[in-house]
Every structure is written in C-alpha cells, then in structure tokens.
C-alpha cells in the first residue's frame, strides 16, 4: 500500500463549535506520486447532533465509523484511491479521497453495503492534481513557527 493507516488528529473550535480533522501521517507520499489528481469529498450530514460536543449523536457516530472503514477497504482497493482527511464539524462528516480513477472509485462506491438503509451522502469530484483542497485545510491547522 502507498500510504500506512497510521492518521494524526487536530482538534479544536472554529465559529465556537468543535472540529476534529484528521488525516493521514504519510499523505505527502500519495500526493507526491502524481497519481491521484481528482479529489472526491463526501459529506454526510447528521440528523442527531449531541448538543454537548456538536458531532454526530453516539448511533449516528456508529453508522458513520462503519462506512469510514467501508470506504477506505473499498476505495483504497488495487491503490486507485487514498482517503487523505475526515472532518468533523457542525454535524457535518466529511472525506476528502484523492483518486486516479472516478470510474473505479464509483465502482467502490456501490459495493458498500446498504442493508441498513442508504447513507445520507453528497459526493462531489473535482480534478485537483496540486492537492488543493487537502492543503488547504492541512495549512490551517498547523502550528504557528516560533522564532
């Protein structure tokens, strides 16, 4: 495999809600491949917030650690895909998936299971071969330099 599972874990508020972003240790070696330029964000919106933490009520959180492993075991089948990042904010989960092939990706997509019903997603695909919209967010959440 291109990437480890090995994930680092930012967390904090931004607009007074928690946040937890989480990506991959080794990411730089997925981007630095050339091989995955179209970026795939899923989002799955929440129908139970926990009011005490603003994420996902503890079922909900269930279902979406389910479809977490799902997607990686997958998408991530045959290194046509990496999921580089999830987010966790405002009853909001989202993935960020590079990907070298949309084709096969959906085709990972439709073998997750849905006996439990369908899952409440939106997936949007862009071509993003500068890993864009990962750095974006992986910027922000670093550290400030102390001189």
Known sequence: ????????????????????????????????????????????????????????????????????????????????AVLAMMITHDGINQWIIYSSDLEKLQAGLDTIPTNNGLYPIEVVADDDPEWNTFTQVYQRIQPEATV
């Open 1 to 80: 495999m291109l990437v480890n599972n090995r994930w680092v874990r930012a967390s904090g508020s931004l607009q007074d809600k928690p946040i937890s972003i989480q990506f991959r240790e080794d990411w730089q070696l997925a981007m630095n491949s050339e091989k995955y330029s179209i970026c795939v964000q899923i989002a799955w919106h929440a129908s139970s917030i926990d009011d005490s933490t603003g994420f996902p009520g503890i079922a909900e959180q269930a279902r979406i650690v389910e479809f977490t492993e799902l997607l990686q075991t997958r998408l991530e089948l045959g290194e046509t």
